[in-house]
């Protein structure tokens, strides 16, 4: 468990500091539009590193003293890892910070979902235990699946 956190706290990092090199042009996920529908308005834009008390250019990145990370020394089922954190992150927190609680809980998980689907494909890309693979493929299949609920439920009850 402390390896996880280890992990987690170092992609929360990185995705604060706003490294865009991992990321490619037009790669960031997209939330359904009703996650910004107009009654259900999110109560803006603070940043992760204002929210944690950090300052918006630090984030919570120099507030955990990571310093500088070498991506390139990092093995590539990390930089996988990390590269599909920076892509979803963003868009959770956006999905949270909508003011309606129902909206916020549908829109910030359909994020980590698809956070947990990515984990689990730089699984199946680089792990080769039978049992963890067989695992990933049924993240893959529930998250994909509880993904479809909450974004029909926005699409029924969001308007």
Same mark, same amino acid.
């Given at each position: 468990?402390?390896?996880?956190?280890?992990?987690?706290?170092?992609?929360?990092?990185?995705?604060?500091?706003?490294?865009?090199?991992?990321?490619?042009?037009?790669?960031?996920?997209?939330?359904?539009?009703?996650?910004?529908?107009?009654?259900?308005?999110?109560?803006?834009?603070?940043?992760?590193?204002?929210?944690?008390?950090?300052?918006?250019? #630090?984030?919570? =990145?120099?507030?955990?003293? @990571?310093? /500088?990370?070498?991506? $390139?020394?990092?093995?590539?089922?990390?930089? +996988?890892?990390?590269?599909?954190?920076?892509?979803?992150?963003?868009?959770?927190?956006?999905?949270?910070?909508?003011?309606?609680?129902?909206?916020?809980?549908?829109?910030?998980?359909?994020?980590?979902?698809? #956070?947990?689907? =990515?984990?689990?494909?730089? @699984?199946? /890309?680089?792990?080769? $235990?039978?049992?963890?693979?067989?695992?990933? +493929?049924?993240?893959?299949?529930?998250?994909?699946?509880?993904?479809?609920?909450?974004?029909?439920?926005?699409?029924?009850?969001?308007?």
């Amino acid at each position: 468990m402390k390896h996880f956190a280890s992990i987690l706290a170092a992609a929360v990092a990185v995705v604060s500091l706003s490294n865009v090199s991992l990321a490619q042009e037009g790669d960031a996920f997209k939330l359904p539009e009703q996650c910004s529908a107009a009654d259900g308005a999110s109560m803006g834009q603070s940043g992760m590193g204002q929210m944690s008390g950090g300052s918006s250019e #630090g984030g919570m =990145g120099a507030m955990m003293s @990571m310093g /500088n990370m070498d991506m $390139d020394a990092m093995p590539e089922h990390v930089r +996988e890892n990390m590269q599909k954190m920076m892509q979803t992150m963003p868009a959770m927190h956006e999905g949270m910070m909508n003011e309606n609680p129902n909206v916020a809980f549908a829109c910030g998980m359909i994020a980590h979902h698809q #956070g947990a689907i =990515g984990m689990a494909e730089a @699984m199946l /890309n680089h792990g080769e $235990d039978e049992q963890l693979r067989a695992l990933a +493929e049924t993240i893959i299949a529930d998250q994909t699946a509880e993904i479809e609920v909450m974004t029909d439920w926005l699409v029924d009850n969001v308007k």
